[in-house]
Nanobody, 124 residues
Framework: QVQLVESGGGLVQPGGSLRLSCASS????????MGWFRQAPGKEREFVAG????????RYADSVKGRFTISRDNSKKSLYLQMNSLKPEDTARYYC?????????????????WGQGTQVTVSS
């Protein structure tokens, strides 16, 4: 069983920045492709960003490309999401997820483990 715990969410003004973190309990964190998803009230969970199990390969949703950066530190068993130029439409609960595969996938069903999420609210 892999436990994932997100942190770093909060209230930020439009144009501001936040950095989300996800700490993993998996001894073999390096064996998982990792992803960030988000879900706003009344909407389906959507892919935000993902990173392959070997650092270097990333993928982003078009809506966040150029503003968000995903990274991972396998030595710390941690995943990060740097979010810049935040917009009100980025408001959602953000989840990190782990998939037992080499390459990132945008499909939520491909991820076996999920955290509880952290709330991000972008508002003036």
């Amino acid at each position: 069983q892999v436990q994932l715990v997100e942190s770093g969410g909060g209230l930020v003004q439009p144009g501001g920045s936040l950095r989300l973190s996800c700490a993993s309990s998996a001894p073999t964190f390096y064996n998982y492709a990792m992803g960030w998803f988000r879900q706003a009230p009344g909407k389906e969970r959507e892919f935000v960003a993902g990173i392959n199990l070997a650092p270097g390969g990333t993928r982003y949703a078009d809506s966040v490309k150029g503003r968000f950066t995903i990274s991972r530190d396998n030595s710390k068993k941690s995943l990060y999401l740097q979010m810049n130029s935040l917009k009100p439409e980025d408001t959602a609960r953000y989840y990190c997820a782990a998939a037992a595969r080499r390459l990132v996938t945008i499909e939520p069903g491909d991820y076996s483990y999920w955290g509880q999420g952290t709330q991000v609210t972008v508002s003036s």
